[in-house]
């Protein structure tokens, strides 16, 4: 029997409200008022009284100047070869690299054809209306059907990660940053030590580079959520791959970390759009526990703190004695921010466990493809006994230094996102792709000089991730 999926029927008003908080209507940690958030990349830009070309100084900037454009030599280096900011990613544009039209069609003839044969569903909004699904069975795994998160064993993905392995934690999480105006709320975190997994939108980080950066000197764990924030099983495999390729590629040439998790926006997700995720090695991370905060608007901060409330009254009743919860919330805009500012001190006095990022309840040190001990996170142990940060490499983007992947030592899956058919597939493609990188940036790796070398510095970039990847979908998909 087929059941014709009508979802979000009578919710629509508030998905379209979720879809705004993709398209920069941010409004200042400091003020209510909502405002429209200039690319980052615009030309010119008004005067600002303080410098605004490292993320330290970003992080000083006046509130009244939070909003205010301001250009990066990296940034102008390598936008044209991305799709247009804030719409559907594809590999279209005129700019776009052949080497990434390369990867795609590698990979779009690697990936399990069955899954990929699983049709786009509705539209990037939400719409599914007349969407004809066999809910029954659910045999794609549709998370907008009934939240399944575990694929079946034959396809060869793994489950979605949607809660902590460490009992009486709180994976705290933020989706949709960066954000012109959250210094105030990073400023926050910062003073209570406290740290979360952010998942960037692609479009975002290419607007706001240097909040991007400040997420990672703060000492956040990133991933990705996307470059345009649609709803991902209404793209096409191309679409799809390109939301995905783009978001993930954007993190590491702003940032210099080559993220390995993403969420897809809304949790919409079935096993074509996890097939192409595994593909470039990104695990799906979603949740088990939903603030609805981005909702606040339509159901009212009172409601909003009930819901705050009612995960928090959860753990007195034992929901999280053998397991934490991975909370879903955003730092999307003033009232958000402000909950989270509100609700922090509770949370982390009732979640004995601790309140800390996702990868440090799954125990992920090392949760970026750079596997040369740059970038290493807390294991729960470490975390727990007060220890919230390792080693971390300052924020560089790929102008003026070397563009090549940095992981030249042989990843294992010890307490690694699982990315693959088991565990021990996923150390197998970690190596992989890490053996790849390192003689990829041995044969290609470049340096780019400041705002000239647009072609050769994202050509470079892709040839060595292209190079990976390709050699690691062999083992993933084998």
């Keep these: 029997m087929r059941t014709s999926a009508l979802l979000l029927v009578g919710a629509l008003p508030a998905t379209l409200a979720h879809l705004q908080h993709g398209r920069r209507a941010a409004s200042s940690a400091r003020t209510a008022a909502p405002v429209a958030l200039a690319a980052a990349a615009a030309s010119t830009a008004a005067t600002s009284s303080v410098a605004r070309d490292t993320w330290e100084e970003e992080a000083t900037v006046p509130i009244d100047e939070e909003r205010v454009a301001y250009s990066l030599p990296v940034v102008a280096a390598?936008?044209?070869?991305?799709?247009?900011?804030?719409?559907?990613?594809?590999?279209?544009?005129?700019?776009?690299?052949?080497?990434?039209?390369?990867?795609?069609?590698?990979?779009?003839?690697?990936?399990?054809?069955?899954?990929?044969?699983?049709?786009?569903?509705?539209?990037?909004?939400?719409n599914f209306t007349g969407v004809d699904y066999d809910g029954v069975t659910d045999a794609d795994c549709w998370w907008s059907w009934k939240m399944c998160d575990t694929p079946d064993e034959a396809t060869g993905l793994v489950p979605d990660i949607t809660r902590c392995n460490e009992p009486s934690t709180w994976g705290f999480t933020l989706d949709d940053g960066p954000n012109a105006t959250h210094n105030a709320y990073y400023d926050y975190l910062k003073s209570i030590d406290q740290k979360a997994t952010l998942f960037y939108i692609g479009s975002n980080v290419l607007d706001w580079p240097l909040e991007a950066q400040r997420g990672l000197g703060d000492g956040h764990e990133l991933c990705a959520h996307t470059w345009s924030h649609p709803y991902m099983t209404a793209m096409t495999n191309e679409q799809a791959f390109a939301e995905l390729y783009y978001s993930k590629k954007v993190i590491k040439e702003i940032t210099g970390v080559t993220v390995r998790c993403w969420r897809p926006p809304y949790g919409d997700v079935d096993n074509r759009i996890r097939a192409i995720a595994a593909a470039l090695d990104m695990t799906t991370i979603v949740w088990d526990e939903d603030t609805d905060d981005w909702e606040w608007t339509t159901l009212g901060i009172p409601q909003i703190e009930a819901n705050y409330e009612a995960i928090i009254g959860a753990f007195a009743t034992g929901n999280y004695s053998t397991h934490g919860t991975i909370v879903l919330s955003h730092e999307l805009n003033n009232e958000t921010m402000v909950l989270s500012e509100k609700y922090l001190p509770i949370i982390k006095k009732t979640f004995t466990g601790g309140v800390m990022p996702v990868g440090v309840c799954m125990n992920n040190t090392q949760p970026y493809l750079e596997q040369d001990n740059q970038y290493v996170y807390p294991n729960y142990a470490q975390w727990v006994a007060g220890t919230t940060s390792i080693s971390l490499a300052a924020p560089t983007a790929t102008t003026s230094v070397s563009i090549g992947l940095s992981a030249t030592a042989t990843a294992t899956s010890a307490g690694a996102y699982a990315v693959s058919k088991t565990e021990a597939t996923g150390s197998a493609a970690s190596a992989a792709l890490?053996?790849?990188?390192?003689?990829?940036?041995?044969?290609?790796?470049?340096?780019?000089?400041?705002?000239?070398?647009?072609?050769?510095?994202?050509?470079?970039?892709?040839?060595?991730?292209g190079a990976a990847m390709i050699a690691a979908v062999g083992v993933m998909m084998a």
């Design 434 to 465: 890490s053996s790849a990188s390192a003689k990829a940036t041995a044969s290609t790796s470049k340096t780019a000089s400041s705002g000239g070398a647009r072609g050769s510095t994202a050509a470079a970039w892709t040839g060595v991730l």
């Design 78 to 126: 390598i936008s044209a070869t991305y799709p247009a900011v804030w719409e559907t990613a594809d590999l279209s544009g005129s700019g776009i690299l052949q080497d990434d039209k390369d990867l795609w069609a590698t990979l779009n003839a690697t990936i399990n054809s069955t899954l990929l044969a699983i049709p786009p569903r509705g539209t990037r909004e939400g």
